[in-house]
């Protein structure tokens, strides 16, 4: 008799083994910690880069819009080639590909650093190193998503995943902080200089992998339209493009905060580089506890996705109407806790749904949704902070978040709806097999 697996339109409760199990299930595989670790130190420098570049841009210009516009310059590359980006990250060896590009991106930061150092550097410098930062990024980022796979297989992925976000967030409250710290002390320069270094990092921890313990997955053969197929692949599975219009949706107006955090410290709060790190820091803080506890629990799917996305824009909502900055840095912390449930769960979904040949097309278009659509809403929320004031530009990615969690719920009605259809076939199927 043949076995049929039984189709799930919809999996909210889907848990790995309970071996696999455990908050810190992933780092029972060495090439997992040895990666971890290299990009902890790469992403406290990558944040320490991003909040002193959002304050040295609103600083030389005193224009939230042309903050929006250099945060937008450096996603556009990804809204432009990231599905392309993902044909190739299919394609290439995708450590060797994250290697290359890690250094490049290491590069620009030293180029970055000497300019602000020098007292040379001006808006259109860093406009321009941001649209490279963003080209590399684009390819980096497809490969740095299907790699993780390859560390640690289906049963861990779940757990890696979220704890790459914790070690996102972590990274997000360590960073800002400290750039705080330093941007008061020495300036923005040293901020991108001790970014530089730390590429140096994720680069060693990658060369040191073990190469025999890492899942081989072949390269698909170079061949017309495989980025149309990609698309139709997506189309047709509501559990990859479900997650992916509710991250298209919130990516685009609620992941904006480095234009609408720095925007609303100055002009909301009253504060300065101090206050926009401790708001920034106190998310990051949030996203790590929160994700510790996602990453115990397991459950994924678009159940979970939809209340996160919930939860999310509660919090944007209070932390956009509190009056005082105390206030804000309080409900940051629950904005992190519900923004890292939301990036994880969504994340491991496409993972769980993908085919290996087309998982770094799926994860090409899951960065465009969250990082490429920041040209868009960059922009938007840049200028609504500027005219109607930053608490204005919060209050819309909290509208951002309730309208994905509206697209996810009609998805998971209608996801559910399938699955009887989908048993009663898998049933039939085996009585035709008994036959």
């Not at 841009?57 to 945060?71: F, N, R």
């Not at 998805?411 to 036959?435: C, M, N, S």
Request: charged residues 15%; hydrophobic residues 55%.
């Amino acid at each position: 008799m043949t076995t049929h697996r039984v189709p799930e339109a919809e999996e909210p409760g889907r848990r790995e083994p309970v071996e696999q199990r455990g908050m810190f299930a992933s780092f029972r595989v060495r090439n997992y910690r040895l990666y971890f670790a290299g990009q902890t130190l790469s992403l406290v420098g990558t944040w320490m880069q991003a909040t002193a570049q959002a304050w040295l841009v609103l600083t030389l210009s005193d224009s939230a819009a042309v903050l929006g516009l250099i945060v937008a310059l450096q996603a556009l590359p990804i809204l432009l080639f990231g599905p392309y980006a993902g044909v190739l990250a299919d394609r290439l060896d995708r450590r060797r590909t994250m290697i290359v590009l890690q250094s490049a991106m290491g590069v620009l930061a030293v180029v970055l650093a000497v300019l602000a150092l020098g007292g040379w550097v001006q808006v259109w410098h860093v406009g321009v190193l941001a649209v490279l930062l963003g080209l590399g990024n684009a390819f980096e980022n497809p490969a740095r998503q299907a790699f993780l796979h390859q560390i640690v297989g289906n049963d861990l992925i779940r757990n890696a995943v979220t704890l790459n976000s914790v070690m996102v967030n972590a990274a997000r409250a360590v960073g800002p902080a400290v750039a705080g710290v330093v941007l008061a002390a020495v300036g923005a320069g040293w901020c991108f200089a001790i970014n530089a270094a730390s590429f140096v990092a994720v680069v060693v921890s990658l060369v040191s992998l073990r190469t025999d313990e890492i899942t081989p997955e072949t390269p698909i053969t170079r061949a017309r339209g495989q980025l149309r197929e990609g698309f139709v692949y997506v189309a047709r599975e509501p559990l990859l493009w479900v997650p992916l219009a509710m991250m298209g949706v919130v990516g685009t107006l609620a992941y904006e905060f480095q234009v609408s955090l720095p925007a609303a410290a100055k002009d909301a709060f009253h504060g300065g580089p101090q206050a926009f790190g401790f708001m920034t820091a106190s998310m990051g803080v949030g996203a790590v506890v929160g994700g510790l506890i996602v990453a115990a629990r397991g459950t994924i799917g678009l159940r979970t996705l939809t209340l996160a996305a919930v939860g999310f824009g509660i919090t944007i909502t209070i932390t956009a109407v509190v009056p005082e900055l105390w206030m804000a840095i309080v409900a940051l912390f629950f904005t992190g806790w519900l923004s890292v449930s939301f990036l994880s769960t969504g994340n491991a979904t496409l993972q769980l749904n993908s085919e290996p040949h087309m998982r770094g097309r799926v994860m090409a278009l899951w960065s465009v949704a969250f990082m490429g659509s920041t040209p868009i809403g960059g922009p938007i929320i840049g200028w609504i902070s500027e005219a109607a004031g930053a608490r204005i530009g919060l209050a819309v990615g909290a509208a951002a978040c309730f309208l994905a969690a509206v697209v996810g719920l009609i998805g998971w009605r209608a996801a559910a709806r399938r699955r009887p259809v989908a048993r009663l076939q898998a049933t039939d199927d085996i009585r035709a097999d008994r036959r």
